[in-house]
Nanobody, 121 residues
């Protein structure tokens, strides 16, 4: 059974920072890619950042230079450091365990419960 538990969301002012964590269960962790998604009201869920098992990373253009994804395999945890937050970063953030297929992050059916991030202007 795979379980993903996010934490670290909350309220931040524009320009501020938050750090999200996702604790994963299961021995799969080190062998899989991990991704952070977000979903704002009325919008589709989008991939924000992903990290491969070899720690290669990718980001959606809107967060490049502001967000950093990292992983600690010893702790089965993936992080999303979010700096220079903007009101448009407001969303529910979800982590996912997946894999890279043809250099594209492919999510699995395993999702966390989500953590709310709200950025005030």
């Amino acid at each position: 059974q795979v379980q993903l538990v996010e934490s670290g969301g909350g309220l931040a002012q524009a320009g501020g920072s938050l750090r999200l964590s996702c604790a994963a269960s299961g021995r799969f962790f080190g062998a899989n890619a991990m991704g952070w998604y977000r979903q704002a009201p009325g919008k589709e869920r989008e991939l924000v950042a992903a990290i491969s098992s070899g720690r290669s990373t990718e980001y959606v253009d809107s967060v490049k230079g502001r967000f950093t994804i990292s992983r600690d395999n010893a702790k089965n945890t993936v992080y999303l450091q979010m700096n220079s937050l903007k009101p448009e970063d407001t969303a529910v953030y979800y982590c996912n365990v997946g894999q890279y297929i043809a250099n594209s992050y492919t999510p699995s059916r395993y999702w966390g419960q989500g953590t709310q991030v709200t950025v005030s202007s």
